[in-house]
């Protein structure tokens, strides 16, 4: 036992912010800590909200409230929501194409050479089958089927993920009930003021509208976007990436559901950005992400509204946002978290997945109230090569882009800039010969590379040597049986929709 002069271990821990990236923190951490003598509070203003967006997730969140003894199913139902095989993108390339980037692998490798070498050969002998016909997970997906993965899958080829569509203010009010239920003192106030001690410019407390103030060994910046602590307390600085990503605001709008849910996110390649659709069980979310370099919010609005038909739950609104990342996303005894360590943009849905991993390096780098510098300099190396992966998989989404009609420029812009040198080195790598490079804190792993290339047609000059050592009519026998593995069990398995009308509505309807 050391004596209380001596214990430099973390006592009061004060999360500030309750949306998505606050309440996760608060559950998971209270979690992580259990018994032991740590106290978390967590202060929100009901007055200022959250943001309210954010309903697209990756499989990772399923590990995540997993953890925490929830189940799918029990997620389901409280957050009104659906599942979600991939993405489907709608004319990124020409006008009427889609292609799906599921959660999953593609065909099976043979005698250890990936098989995307396969395919390829297979289209030099001439047969052009789309990638996503040896995919489950995309399979599924475009025949709007939905079932979960064997647990003891009769081949790789049977392996995909999944993740969740959901109501963001519900599952954040589900975090809240775990974190309550553990011991998370809640305030509901507005903070007025951030107290930073004379000698080395850390925070002390937080003063509420009320007068109180909360006082704290370590704060967790879930603020938001304005980065209340880490920002406007701290000045850490920011990194501006709007370079590459040239979308700075969406204009948001829910509206009643269409028909069955579809089991995957729809992007739709719009004049000066894209716009999405997430399904859930009782509203589907819809928003136009846009550079406003390239457009303006009326025309937004425009292009928005006129592609629903169906009835809107509310008038849409404007979220602006700035692409980049917090300098360092811990600065002194502050964290940063969520929208507050910063955002890059929807696409793809990486936000709360970065919250996520935020949370489990706090857990594996827990500090003590010396706040080592190797600890704080080993999470601020971690968390920025990591961002800055998520970032050149997004980027290449636009740089691949093949929009013919180019009204505002926004498109050929973005196939004409220049891209960090990091992507410019894997695309290359792609490009000559079909390599991956997979780096240390990467978000995407090769299937998601390889639906992304094969999604925009960037195909790699040659593939494996090696294999040119199958016989071309073996090959491609081969090939034919892993796609009607797939069909086959597409086609016996049921629709996305009865799968939620039978599993996932809520038990009892108030
Ligand atoms: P917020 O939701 O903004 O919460 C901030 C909290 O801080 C609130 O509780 C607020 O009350 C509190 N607060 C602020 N100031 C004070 C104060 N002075 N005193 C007390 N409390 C205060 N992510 C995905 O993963 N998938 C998606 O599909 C996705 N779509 C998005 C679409 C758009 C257009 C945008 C902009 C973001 C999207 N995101 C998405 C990101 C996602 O919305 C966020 O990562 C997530 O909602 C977490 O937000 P947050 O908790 O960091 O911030």
Not at 124 to 151: C, H, M, N, Q, W
Not at 220 to 225: K, L, R, V
Not at 311 to 320: D, F, M, Q, V
Not at 336 to 356: Q, Y
């Amino acid at each position: 036992m050391q004596d209380s002069a001596s214990d430099r271990r973390i006592r009061d821990i004060v999360i500030v912010g309750g949306g998505t990236a606050g309440w996760m923190a608060a559950a998971s951490l209270k979690h992580h800590f259990g018994a032991a003598p740590v106290a978390i509070t967590l202060i929100e203003s009901s007055e200022i909200g959250t943001i309210g967006v954010g309903e697209a997730t990756i499989p990772t969140i399923r590990r995540f409230y997993q953890a925490l003894g929830l189940s799918d199913i029990d997620v389901l139902r409280a957050t009104g929501g659906t599942c979600k095989l991939g993405i489907r993108f709608n004319d990124w390339t020409t006008p009427g194409a889609s292609f799906i980037h599921p959660f999953g692998l593609y065909g099976q490798d043979l005698k250890g050479v990936a098989f995307h070498h396969y395919w390829m050969r297979l289209r030099a002998l001439g047969e052009d089958v789309p990638i996503g016909d040896y995919s489950l997970g995309a399979s599924l997906a475009a025949g709007g089927k939905f079932t979960t993965p064997s647990r003891n899958p009769p081949s790789t080829l049977s392996v995909f993920d999944w993740a969740l569509h959901f109501d963001a203010g519900l599952f954040a009010r589900l975090m809240r009930q775990v974190a309550e239920q553990n011991g998370v003192r809640r305030l509901d106030a507005k903070i007025v003021k951030t107290n930073l001690r004379g000698e080395d410019g850390f925070i002390e407390s937080v003063t509420l509208d009320s007068g109180a103030t909360v006082a704290g060994d370590l704060f967790i910046d879930c603020s938001g976007f304005r980065g209340l602590l880490i920002e406007e307390a701290l000045h850490t600085g920011y990194e501006d990436w709007s370079p590459w990503l040239l979308c700075d605001s969406a204009m948001a709008v829910q509206s009643e559901g269409k028909g069955d849910p579809p089991p995957y996110t729809d992007v739709t390649a719009r004049p000066a950005g894209w716009q999405w659709r997430i399904p859930l069980q009782h509203r589907w979310g819809n928003g136009y992400v846009y550079s406003s370099r390239h457009t303006t919010d009326e025309a937004a609005r425009m292009v928005l509204t006129g592609s629903l038909d169906e009835r809107l739950l509310h008038e849409p609104r404007k979220i602006g946002f700035h692409p980049g990342r917090r300098l360092k996303a811990w600065n002194k005894n502050c964290i940063a978290l969520g929208l507050a360590s910063g955002f890059l943009e929807p696409l793809e849905s990486t936000s709360i997945a970065l919250i996520e991993t935020g949370i489990e390096k706090i857990k594996a780098l827990f500090p003590s109230r010396d706040f080592d510098p190797a600890v704080v300099d080993e999470f601020n190396e971690m968390s920025r090569l990591e961002m800055e992966r998520v970032r050149d998989f997004i980027i290449l989404h636009y740089k691949l882009n093949q929009r013919p009609e180019d009204p505002t420029g926004f498109w050929t812009h973005c196939r004409e800039m220049a891209i960090p040198d990091t992507l410019r080195k894997k695309i290359d790598l792609w490009r000559a010969q079909g390599h991956f490079v997979r780096y240390r804190w990467e978000m995407f792993s090769p299937p998601s590379w390889l639906a992304i290339y094969a999604g925009f047609g960037l195909l790699p000059e040659t593939y494996d040597l090696s294999v040119d050592g199958f016989d071309a009519g073996q090959l491609s026998a081969a090939l034919a049986e892993m796609r009607k593995a797939v069909a086959d069990t597409v086609a016996s398995t049921r629709a996305h929709g009865d799968f939620i009308e039978q599993y996932a509505r809520p038990r009892s309807v108030a």
